[in-house]
């Protein structure tokens, strides 16, 4: 595994540090490559059951796309060509695992892209959030746009995108970009305790959880519906499921 992403395993939480704390985490080549690896190596850890990525250092999460690498492309269809095949930040959508964001610092561009393409994101207390592209000459272009205007809605997203203006960790939280808050200095403790409560359901419970919350983004209703019956369906008869119900009905009969 690269320097610039470490990969530890704690009992069933694999733990991705995005690992650059002098560039404050910034997203260079080698970033790109090997990030996708640890989260496919976590996704195929058959004692993992919830990713956390977080960010090394007191600065940043991420501060987005190293801009030293910034250099012209050979064409147009070049890039979106290499692009396609190198979709680094699709890697996010191939693990069916739960991943959790625990954020601190600077959440910018391409890190903020890294978070939103998470299932569950725990900011602390200052941590900024921003996506600086336009100001950059470009837009957004890892997820960003198509993610951030599901999460907060079209308008707020717009707002962000075009003026790059920042948001503080308390907007995040009040506008639905970020589902919790934590103290500065309770930041890992918090986003650790939400991934051992979800590791603590059946592990088929929650894989078909996120896949339907999933669909909803992207199928019309009577799709993701019809999905939601099809995986609960496949759990109706889970040993889980029925354990509970049989120490329920000896319950009340006591
Ligand atoms: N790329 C490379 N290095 C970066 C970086 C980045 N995105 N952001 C910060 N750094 C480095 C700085 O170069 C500096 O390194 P040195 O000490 O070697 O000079 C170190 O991190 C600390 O940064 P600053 O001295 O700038 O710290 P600051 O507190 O004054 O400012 C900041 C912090 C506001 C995050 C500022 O660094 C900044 O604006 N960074 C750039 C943010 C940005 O524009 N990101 C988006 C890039 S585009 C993108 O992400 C989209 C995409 O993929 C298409």
Redesign the pocket.
């Known amino acids: 595994m690269s320097e610039v992403i470490k990969l530890e395993i704690h009992s069933q939480i694999a733990l991705i540090t995005l690992n650059r704390p002098?560039?404050?985490n910034?997203?260079n080549h080698e970033m790109r490559k090997a990030l996708p690896e640890a989260l496919l190596a976590a996704q195929a850890n058959p004692a993992v059951r919830v990713i956390v990525l977080c960010g090394a250092g007191d600065r940043?999460f991420s501060?987005?796309?190293?801009?030293?690498e910034f250099a012209p492309v050979e064409s147009q269809a070049a890039y979106r060509q290499a692009r396609l095949e190198n979709n680094w930040i699709g890697a996010f959508d191939r693990i069916t695992k739960p991943i959790i964001a625990a954020i601190h610092g600077?959440c910018?561009?391409?890190?903020l892209e890294m978070a939103l393409a998470c299932d569950i994101r725990v900011a602390q207390k200052g941590a900024v959030f921003g996506f600086?592209?336009t100001g950059?000459g470009?837009i957004?272009?890892?997820g960003g746009t198509q993610r951030i205007a599901r999460m907060i809605g079209l308008g707020r997203a717009l707002d962000m995108v075009l003026t790059g203006d920042r948001v503080t960790a308390e907007r995040a939280y009040e506008i639905g970009l970020v589902s919790r808050l934590a103290d500065v200095g309770s930041l890992m403790e918090t986003a650790l305790q939400v991934a051992e409560r979800i590791g603590s359901h059946p592990e088929t419970a929650i894989k078909f959880a996120k896949e339907a919350v999933l669909a909803s983004a992207s199928s019309p209703l009577a799709a993701g519906l019809l999905k939601e019956i099809d995986l609960l369906s496949l759990l109706m008869n889970s040993n889980e499921r029925l354990g509970i119900a049989i120490d329920f009905k000896e319950k009340s009969k006591k």
């Open positions: 002098s560039a404050m910034a997203i940043a501060a987005g796309a190293d801009i030293k600077y910018l561009g391409g890190g600086p592209e950059n470009i957004p272009g890892a």
